[in-house]
């Protein structure tokens, strides 16, 4: 059974960083690209970084040059550094397999950017 468990969100203010980690059991995590993707309120969930097995990696424009995404393939955590937020990045974030499954979704960690 495949279980990913987000965690490392916040309310930070902007300008600030969070990082956010994603913890993967029961998959074959070495071999997997992973993603992390978020959703807005009243927005559909987007893609915002991936990473594959190979260490190749790809963001979305609106994150390029703040968020970087990083894997342990020993620990089978994904990781996202986010750095410079701003409030259009408040969002619930979700790591999932690249490209996603919609048997892998969790429940999210939740980072909210305001003053």
């Known amino acids: 059974q495949v279980q990913l468990v987000e965690s490392g969100g916040g309310l930070v203010q902007p300008g600030g960083s969070l990082r956010l980690s994603c913890a993967a059991s029961g998959v074959f995590f070495s071999i997997a690209a992973m993603g992390w993707y978020r959703q807005a309120p009243g927005k559909e969930r987007e893609l915002v970084a991936s990473i594959s097995s190979g260490y190749r990696t790809n963001y979305a424009d609106s994150v390029k040059g703040r968020f970087t995404i990083s894997r342990d393939n020993a620990k089978k955590t994904v990781y996202l550094h986010t750095n410079n937020l701003k409030p259009e990045d408040t969002a619930v974030y979700y790591c999932?397999?690249?490209?996603?499954?919609?048997?892998?979704w969790g429940q999210g960690t939740q980072v909210t950017v305001s003053s």
């Open positions: 999932n397999v690249y490209p996603s499954s919609r048997l892998y």
